[in-house]
């Protein structure tokens, strides 16, 4: 009996340290090639260089030239499909040079891909030795194919993806929402959190976010009324104009389904499924874990997955939400799951992108892997135990406990049996009240 323990205990070991060998393989290798995607964007032909980046570039150039924004296309036939606050708020890349604008946008993605574990790390509760979650987050972000498209298409997700978690964990209690929100106007995607957070019970999170993401569209309204109208009232609502359903870059729930042969009907009955469930994930997760920041972030993790599963295109740089949510397993002690949601990121998925530079994708039967693993980690970091969190480190102080009632020594004989009861009950005081001090001497006067 001992001896099969014993071994069964060795062959765990080993299987623990294959796969964790495995994965810091499969990570490192995706880090790596980040890093080597970077240097080949930096010098690399400039006709292939950051194609989403340059649909930003000549959406702004035709906005200050006085044309139509959405009617502006790159010369591979790419247009705008933000609301007119993100080209708003893009407008200042206009005052460098192209070239600049690229290597400095190169310098951001990376830069923020690596701060984002740095923030969380540092304020999340119950972080099990920071540096090894702090190293193991920089790889994952590293290593995921989200940022490795975001660097090969100068996306903006990861800068959005950061917003959400400076929301959770260092604005105001009274400010929270409004990265959020400010996310939410310039892609619509976001906008999801906010009902997310408002099913959980936070009222207050979700109105701010949807205050701040109003006001900021109808501050865009007033500077581009004309193209404010033709976004909200019809090109938003054609999702062709972003990309085809069934392209293998799209990475959404129906976008997956319909690369398997489903009908509509069938696509839009699993939506449904999909949306149900994430909902009920939903109210339970905000009825039975406590309102503080650590699960906060969990709870807008989880929705961003679910914005990006239930949206009709969700491209493959849109997935940052999920090398976040293998970190946030990682420093709730599910080291399994993390390595394997960081894994399962990291695999290129996107048959263009082997195109382009020459490495191996997944097969078309198995684009399904980034909606699979999305709704995996919604569930493991909706039903995860709540990690014993101090008070001091959500912002709850516990209330101070009752001191005992002090037992005033009794009155000595000749004295007034007030004066001393009161001074005998002061002089007591943060004592042991059951055990008596040796009496002092009494001096001459």
Do not use: K
């Not at 005998?424 to 002092?440: I, K």
């Amino acid at each position: 009996m001992g001896d099969g323990r014993s071994a069964s205990r060795r062959g765990r070991r080993v299987g623990v340290v294959l796969g964790a060998a495995l994965a810091s393989a499969v990570l490192l290798a995706g880090a790596a090639n980040a890093l080597l995607l970077l240097a080949h964007q930096w010098a690399g032909p400039a006709d292939r260089r950051m194609g989403d980046l340059r649909v930003y570039w000549v959406a702004v150039g035709a906005l200050r030239g006085g044309h139509d924004l959405y009617d502006a296309a790159t010369s591979n036939g790419l247009q705008f499909t933000y609301p007119p606050l993100a080209a708003l708020l893009l407008a200042p890349m206009r005052l460098a040079s192209l070239t600049v604008v690229e290597r400095t946008w190169l310098v951001l993605v990376l830069l923020t891909a690596l701060a984002i574990p740095g923030l969380v790390v540092r304020r999340y509760p119950t972080a099990p030795a920071p540096r090894g979650a702090l190293l193991f987050g920089m790889v994952a972000f590293a290593a995921s194919y989200a940022i490795r498209g975001g660097l090969h298409w100068g996306q903006v997700s990861v800068f959005l993806t950061a917003l959400v978690v400076l929301d959770a964990l260092y604005l105001p209690r009274r400010w929270q929402g409004v990265g959020t929100g400010v996310a939410a106007a310039f892609r619509v995607t976001p906008a999801l959190l906010a009902v997310v957070a408002l099913l959980a019970g936070r009222v207050r999170f979700a109105v701010v976010a949807a205050c701040t993401a109003a006001g900021l569209t109808a501050a865009a309204a007033v500077v581009l009324p004309a193209e404010s109208w033709r976004y909200w009232t019809d090109l938003l609502w054609r999702s062709g104009r972003v990309g085809e359903l069934g392209s293998p870059g799209n990475q959404s729930l129906a976008g997956a389904l319909t690369r398997w042969g489903l009908p509509p009907p069938a696509v839009g009955l699993a939506w449904m499924v999909v949306l149900a469930g994430g909902t009920a994930l939903v109210v339970r997760y905000g009825r039975r874990e406590p309102l503080d920041r650590a699960h906060l972030l969990r709870l807008l993790t989880a929705g961003g997955l679910l914005s990006e599963v239930l949206a009709p295109i969700s491209w493959v740089h849109h997935w940052v939400w999920l090398p976040l949510a293998a970190l946030l397993l990682y420093l709730d002690r599910r080291y399994v799951p993390a390595a394997a949601v960081a894994v399962l990121a990291s695999l290129p998925v996107r048959t263009a992108y082997n195109e382009t530079e020459g490495l191996p994708v997944l097969p078309e039967a198995l684009l399904t892997v980034t909606v699979v693993t999305a709704l995996a980690a919604v569930v493991l970091l909706l039903r995860t135990p709540a990690p014993a969190v101090p008070a001091s480190a959500v912002g709850r102080v516990p209330a101070p406990r009752a001191a005992p009632p002090p037992v005033p020594l009794p009155a000595a004989a000749g004295q007034d049996a007030g004066l001393d009861g009161g001074r005998a009950d002061v002089e007591t005081r943060g004592r042991d009240p059951l055990v008596r001090e040796p009496e002092r001497p009494e001096l001459d006067h």
